[in-house]
């Protein structure tokens, strides 16, 4: 018995005396990958340059017109009503109005926007109450007087305190409160708003109940400049 001999198919084979080659079918993957790479490359570098572009701007501005940080100081402090009464052997209810009215000056050529502020008022460190200064926009190269009015209801205090106070407040006409809080503003330029700038305000006062008046006063004040 005699085999038959297996033949091969080439890749080239021949019909009716001519070559037929087979070419493997082309993709291109390959060159969508690397076109879409590409321009994630050049928006990446775009938005980079306009980016930089926009803060040297900004630096160039800034420079220009060289922004101070906001001058606020407390101007005036008077007290419109003091009352104490007893609440027990130990301790006594003080009520009172006090109204402090600020400065702000705004020396820059530019606007400031002032957010909402805080201060806290309080006798030999106890918090006697807080008053709030709505925010407020102030035009360039201009004085502003803000007013505000902290209303003490009844805060509980030590006998011994509130001998204090009333000793103070009537027999010395003098009285040693400490105002704090912060103060937030930012800086408008070309409807741009700089970062934040916060001034610390630190003031310890004493005042004369008969006369409504501010009688001494020593402030500190703490701030970065933009």
């Known amino acids: 018995m005699t085999s038959k001999p297996i033949t091969t198919t080439s890749a080239a084979a021949t019909t009716n005396g001519f070559h037929r080659h087979y070419y493997p079918p082309t993709t291109t993957k390959t060159t969508s990958s690397a076109s879409f790479r590409g321009c994630c490359c050049c928006l990446f570098l775009l938005f980079s340059f306009l980016a930089l572009l926009i803060i040297a701007v900004i630096l160039v501005i800034f420079l220009a017109l060289k922004p101070k940080k906001p001058e606020f100081d407390l101007q005036q402090v008077g007290v419109q009503y003091v009352g104490i009464s007893p609440t027990t052997p130990s301790a006594a209810a003080v009520s009172l ?22 201060f806290t008022i309080m006798y030999r460190g ?74 610390s305000v630190d003031c310890r006062i004493a005042i004369s109940p008969r006369k409504q008046a501010l009688i001494n006063k020593q402030c500190g004040f703490d701030g970065l400049s933009v």
Do not use: C, W
């Open 97 to 118: 109005n006090i109204r402090m009215i600020f400065s702000s000056a705004n020396d820059n050529k530019v606007g400031i926007k002032y957010r909402e502020s805080r």
């Open 126 to 199: 106890i918090p006697l109450g807080r008053g709030n200064i709505p925010g407020f926009y102030q035009p360039a190269h201009s004085v502003r007087r803000i007013e505000t009015v902290i209303a003490v209801d009844r805060v509980s205090l030590l006998q011994a305190d509130a001998a204090d106070l009333v000793r103070d407040a009537s027999l010395n006409d003098r009285v040693e409160l400490r105002v704090f809080g912060d103060v937030g503003a930012k800086i408008r330029i070309l409807g741009f708003t700089s970062p934040g700038v916060q001034v």
